[in-house]
């Protein structure tokens, strides 16, 4: 089974300033998907960034961007520039490629991000 | 607003007594999932839709849980008789096809008492 962790319940940073929150995950698949999703305390989870496992370059998102050590099986995420509106929980999800049958995402428990104003 | 809505945001109800949940997908979105969310934790998969077929079952779903997508566009999810480890955070989502992104509701929060 995958498994997903994120090692930082919670993470400041100063507004202005990059943060990086960490996820490690566990696949016997050489082909999935990563992602980062934020939830706000409006609860919506919202895709921040997707990332898939074939390709080596990092995907970049304006201000988010990860850093994709599939060796490692490591996918952090780091927000440039940090913004009050940043402030979320934060969780990385992981997904096999369709053709596997299992369909859904595993989620890490996430981190708590806080922006000190 | 064409996302994904979920109705009712919040439920509050008995122990023993019976709850239903319903999710409206993105339109034109063919896949639809359930995930279950407690304090402090993240998601966990319940089950998913292609259309109206249901596709698979997290062993999370037990018996007293049931979902249906029957003219494959909105879902419900039912609960039997339910109990206070019920209680959590009901979260949809849905995308459009295989390796689309998901798309989640808002939720449905139960708290059973």
């Known amino acids: 089974a995958q498994t997903v962790t994120q090692s930082q319940p919670e993470m400041s940073v100063q507004e202005a300033e990059t943060v990086t929150l960490s996820c490690t995950y566990d696949?016997?698949?050489?082909?999935?998907?990563l992602f980062w999703y934020k939830q706000p305390p409006s609860r919506q989870m919202i895709l921040v960034i997707r990332q898939e496992a074939y390709k080596q370059q990092n995907a970049t998102e304006n201000r988010f961007s990860v850093n994709f050590q599939k060796a490692a099986k490591s996918f952090s995420l780091k927000i440039s520039d940090s913004q009050l509106g940043d402030a979320a929980m934060y969780f990385c999800?992981?997904?096999?490629?369709?053709?596997?049958?299992?369909?859904?995402?595993?989620f890490g428990k996430g981190t708590h991000l806080i922006i000190q104003p | 607003d064409t996302g994904v809505s979920q109705n009712p945001r919040h439920k509050i109800t008995k122990r023993g007594q019976n709850v239903t949940f319903r999710c409206d997908p993105i339109s034109e979105h063919n896949r639809l999932y359930w995930y279950r969310q407690t304090l402090g934790q993240g998601p966990e998969f319940l089950t998913y839709f292609q259309n109206e077929a249901q596709l698979e079952k997290s062993r999370l779903l037990s018996d007293r849980f049931s979902a249906e997508r029957p003219k494959g566009s909105f879902s419900t999810l039912e609960i039997q008789r339910t109990e206070q480890g019920d209680s959590a955070m009901y979260l949809c989502a849905s995308s459009f096809g295989a390796n689309s992104p998901l798309h989640f509701g808002n939720g449905t929060r139960l708290t059973v008492t």
């Open positions: 696949t016997s698949e050489s082909d999935y998907y």
């Open positions: 999800a992981y997904r096999p490629y369709s053709g596997g049958g299992a369909d859904g995402l595993t």
